[in-house]
């Protein structure tokens, strides 16, 4: 079975600091996705970052980059510089080739 | 296109009611996804469409869950007898058919149902 464990219920950051969010999965694949998305009060998720299972290299997306660490299964979402924007649910994502498993969440909140 | 559009945003209906959704998908995209998410929870998969076939079903799409996508554009998701327990937020999703698991879905806002 796929699984995905996002640990950390809720996480806050001042602005402008950094802040990590955590992720660890599970899958007997060997080719696979993983994803993060966010997802703001009210609003469609959208996505934020992706990693390729089979590239070392961490992916980034300007503020946001990934320490994707395959033998360990884990997967984390740094936040860089952070924004008032940046306040939203944090889900991230297993994908193959049907669908996406998702995690339980983590709840940013950003103080100004 | 505006993206993936749902509809009604928000239903509240009594228990052992029929409801039906619907979801607009981006155009061009062939896949046609629903998910489930209740309050505190990342959504979780309920089925699957690819043009007008339904190729994957989860196991916590009952019997009184069926989903239809008749010309493979818009999607419906009737729940009929509807119990308390399925107050949730239901999302569609749509991606292009790539032949890779690197398919980018995107949601829409999703339908909010309550049963009282």
């Known amino acids: 079975a796929q699984t995905v464990t996002q640990s950390q219920p809720e996480m806050s950051v001042q602005e402008a600091e950094t802040v990590t969010l955590s992720c660890t999965y599970d899958?007997?694949?060997?080719?696979?996705?993983l994803f993060w998305y966010k997802q703001p009060p009210s609003r469609q998720m959208i996505l934020v970052i992706r990693?390729?299972?089979?590239?070392?290299q961490n992916a980034t997306e300007n503020r946001f980059s990934v320490n994707f660490q395959k033998a360990a299964k884990s997967f984390s979402l740094k936040i860089s510089d952070s924004q008032l924007g940046d306040a939203a649910m944090y889900f991230c994502?297993?994908?193959?080739?049907?669908?996406?498993?998702f995690g339980a969440g983590t709840r940013l909140a950003v103080h100004p | 296109d505006t993206g993936v559009s749902q509809d009604p945003r928000h239903k509240i209906t009594k228990r052992g009611q029929n409801v039906t959704f619907r979801c607009d998908p981006i155009?061009?995209?062939?896949?046609l996804y629903w998910y489930r998410q209740t309050l505190g929870q990342g959504p979780e998969f309920l089925t699957y469409?690819?043009?007008?076939?339904?190729?994957?079903k989860s196991r916590l799409l009952s019997d009184r869950f069926s989903a239809e996508r008749p010309k493979g554009s818009f999607s419906t998701l009737e729940i009929q007898r509807t119990e308390q327990g399925d107050s949730a937020m239901y999302l569609c999703?749509?991606?292009?058919?790539?032949?890779?698991?690197?398919?980018?879905?995107?949601f829409g806002q999703g339908t909010r149902l309550t049963v009282v």
């Open positions: 999703a749509s991606s292009l058919d790539y032949d890779t698991v690197d398919t980018e879905a995107f």
């Open positions: 899958t007997s694949e060997s080719d696979y996705y």
């Open positions: 990693q390729e299972a089979y590239k070392q």
């Open positions: 994502a297993l994908g193959g080739y049907n669908k996406l498993i």
């Open positions: 155009s061009e995209h062939n896949r």
């Open positions: 469409f690819q043009n007008e076939a339904q190729l994957e």
